[in-house]
């Protein structure tokens, strides 16, 4: 998508080369053949595999987000600016990026409204691109078309996630990002065709989508003129009022006032869950550490 809209971009301003990066469809560059014997056994894929069973979870069915009726559902998007990231790091004490420090913080506070028991176990599903971290040999065009997003979860109890102090949500969801290397993108491949290309599972999953990275990957598009108008952001993306959106948050980068950058995400919750939501949220991006 990005690639696309830099071409649009370059058509438009009448750059003489616009297709410095010429599209290529060849999909079957990734087309792994079904093979009853993997090249590569020994990874684990847990965004296709269910949550471990034991006595004390519950079915997924009893999540209070597929409980809730629509009507029922609330949508509320939160700002995160200077001041806050600043709070939220002063909690962590370490090195961390904004999408992980704000990925751990909604998940935990999320967890929190939610009021699951301690010894549920919950997930966070990210997305990490392999397109120029992958060393694929030989390597793919980077005009490539295809999908190089790989599914990463990090995952914890209950009491693990809300007990602990944020800074251990920030290393979960550090680890899984490091975890794509070369061996696992070859292991995903075979497993995607050894199980015909199945879908995540969402069993008490929440899931962050950075959707200020299209703004990164555009690179002179996502901030240039194009001949009168400047291109500002693509708005705020609807979180919705249905029961997939409530497994979803999206994070966009803004800037308001006199160029403070931020971030906004989105949150839809169950109406009680959504109040205790603000209120950890609240606490979590202020610095009263004792609270986290």
């Known amino acids: 998508m990005a690639q696309l809209l830099d071409t649009i971009y370059r058509l438009a301003r009448g750059d003489g080369d616009p297709l410095t990066n010429p599209p290529v ?4 560059r990734l ?43 609330v949508t509320r998007y939160f700002y995160l600016g200077p001041t806050e990231m600043a709070a939220m790091r002063g909690h962590v004490r370490s090195s961390a990026t904004v999408f992980e420090l704000v990925t751990a913080a909604l998940w935990r506070c999320r967890t929190a ?23 694929r040999d030989p390597p793919l065009p980077r005009g490539f078309y295809g999908n190089m997003l790989v599914p990463q979860i990090a995952e914890a109890t209950v009491g693990e996630l809300c007990g602990l102090p944020l800074a251990h949500a920030v290393e979960l969801v550090r680890r899984r990002k490091f975890a794509v290397t070369d061996e696992y993108m070859r292991s995903m491949l075979d497993m995607l065709a050894r199980r015909s290309r199945p879908f995540f599972n969402l069993d008490w999953t929440f899931v962050v ?4 990275g299209l703004g990164r990957s555009m690179g002179e598009a996502a901030t240039a003129t194009v001949g009168r108008w400047e291109r500002v952001g693509g708005g705020i993306t609807a979180a919705g009022q249905v029961i997939a959106a409530s497994l979803y948050s999206c994070y966009e980068r803004c800037r308001r006032g006199a160029g403070e950058e ?4 989105s949150m839809c919750l169950p109406a009680p869950a959504m109040e205790r939501f603000a209120r950890e949220i609240t606490v979590c991006s202020s610095s009263v550490m004792s609270a986290i």
């Open 262 to 265: 931020a971030a906004v995400v």
């Open 25 to 28: 469809w060849e999909r079957e």
């Open 31 to 73: 087309v792994v053949a079904p093979s009853a014997s993997p090249r590569i056994t020994h990874y684990e894929h847990p965004a296709y595999e269910p949550l471990p069973i034991s006595s004390s979870a519950a079915a997924a069915q009893d999540d209070v987000v597929r409980m809730t009726p629509r009507e029922q559902m």
């Open 209 to 212: 989508a950075d959707a200020g």
């Open 113 to 135: 409204a939610l009021e699951y028991a301690a010894k549920q176990r919950v997930r966070v599903l990210v997305m990490s691109s392999a397109r120029w971290s992958w060393k």
